[in-house]
T-cell receptor
Framework: DAMVIQNPRYQVTQFGKPVTLSCSQT?????MYWYQQKSSQAPKLLFH???????NEADTPDNFQSRRPNTSFCFLDIRSPGLGDAAMYLC?????????????FGPGTRLTVL | GQNIDQPTEMTATEGAIVQINCTYQ??????LFWYQQHAGEAPTFLSY????GLEEKGRFSSFLSRSKGYSYLLLKELQMKDSASYLC??????????FGTGTLLAVQP
């Protein structure tokens, strides 16, 4: 089945230790998104790739970076995780950015920072 | 500014009908999505409205009034598995989804 896959599902890191979360998709979608969702809060868009074009949200901290080496994969790098970065990180894809294009979400990676 | 307003929590009985309301203010408008999110899981797509009126999909229907900045999600024949958060997400002029904090629905026997 075509899908959005995130690894790992659960990630534990130490304060200040870099961590990378990965997302892959078999949907061949142009757009890939990274969201941060804290408990009982709305998903917050961090950035998205439209093909190879990177689009950062104005309020995304510099601590968060992303890479998209090819259509299928996208990575979220947190350079120096703080306690406030503990959250669920959601990857989503969509065929394009407008029209009726729906965003399809992966299962998420829950990040714990010790 | 941009603002999404949904009730924080709702409770309903198995087999009943529940309506979850959403009011929104966005810079531009390019449709409105409803997602279901079970605890600890990713949001899953339920419905999309871009024109005024009702869209029906099985037990779920969604309504939109663009002039009023208002939408609702109607769930019929409630089942225990419908206990989840329901996220209203209009898409603004930049084509990005703007998520509300969601409505936590508890379905009781």
């Amino acid at each position: 089945d075509a899908m959005v896959i995130q690894n790992p599902r659960y990630q534990v890191t130490q304060f200040g230790k870099p961590v990378t979360l990965s997302c892959s998709q078999t949907l061949n979608h142009n757009v890939m998104y990274w969201y941060q969702q804290k408990s009982s809060q709305a998903p917050k868009l961090l950035f998205h790739y439209y093909d190879k074009d990177f689009n950062n949200e104005a309020d995304t901290p510099d601590n968060f970076q992303s890479r998209r080496p090819n259509t299928s994969f996208c990575f979220l790098d947190i350079r120096s995780p703080g306690l406030g970065d503990a959250a669920m990180y959601l990857c989503a894809t969509s065929p394009d950015r407008g029209g009726t294009d729906t965003q399809y979400f992966g299962p998420g990676t829950r990040l714990t920072v010790l | 500014g941009q603002n999404i307003d949904q009730p924080t929590e709702m409770t309903a009985t198995e087999g009943a009908i529940v309506q979850i309301n959403c009011t929104y203010q966005t810079s531009g408008f390019n449709g409105l999505f409803w997602y279901q999110q079970h605890a600890g899981e990713a949001p899953t797509f339920l419905s999309y409205n871009v024109l005024d009126g009702l869209e029906e999909k099985g037990r779920f229907s969604s309504f939109l009034s663009r002039s009023k900045g208002y939408s609702y999600l109607l769930l019929k024949e409630l089942q225990m598995k419908d206990s989840a958060s329901y996220l209203c997400a209009p898409r603004g002029a930049t084509n990005k989804l703007i998520f509300g904090t969601g409505t936590l629905l508890a379905v009781q026997p």
